[in-house]
């Protein structure tokens, strides 16, 4: 009923940008906070950067500045704009969402995770 998908990932050089969208659907009631994750092959899955509703941020130490989360409630949408890649950010970047969609007429909450998106930075 409802559903994340991520777009905007791919193959960067080093020292190159992307910006990774991940988007709401469905019955949406509401979206509270908007995360999002990554697995490198052979690691465990790490928090990137999270977004509340109102739009506090915060970052996980690795970013050093270089990731800029932001969120578009009007489109049910977060962005993750990535800059200063490097090689150890190959990984698949997930998005995860605390939201409410309607079902009849109530609505149930619940965590939610999109398919991932697979990010590549070259050497």
């Known amino acids: 009923q409802v559903q994340l998908v991520e777009s905007g990932g791919g193959l960067v050089q080093a020292g190159g940008s992307l910006r990774l969208s991940c988007a709401a659907s469905?019955?949406?009631?509401?979206?509270?906070?908007m995360k999002w994750y990554r697995q490198a092959p052979g690691k465990q899955r790490e928090l990137v950067a999270g977004i509340t509703r109102a739009g506090t941020t915060n970052y996980a130490d690795f970013m050093e500045g270089r990731f800029i989360i932001s969120r578009d409630n009007t489109k049910n949408t977060v962005y993750l704009q990535m800059n200063s890649l490097d090689p150890e950010d190959t990984a698949v970047y997930y998005c995860?969402?605390?939201?409410?969609?309607?079902?009849?007429?109530?609505?149930?909450?619940?965590?939610?995770w999109g398919q991932g998106t697979q990010v590549t930075v070259s050497p």
């Open positions: 995860n969402a605390d939201l409410s969609y309607f079902t009849g007429a109530r609505y149930n909450s619940g965590n939610y």
């Open positions: 469905g019955r949406i009631y509401s979206i509270g906070s």
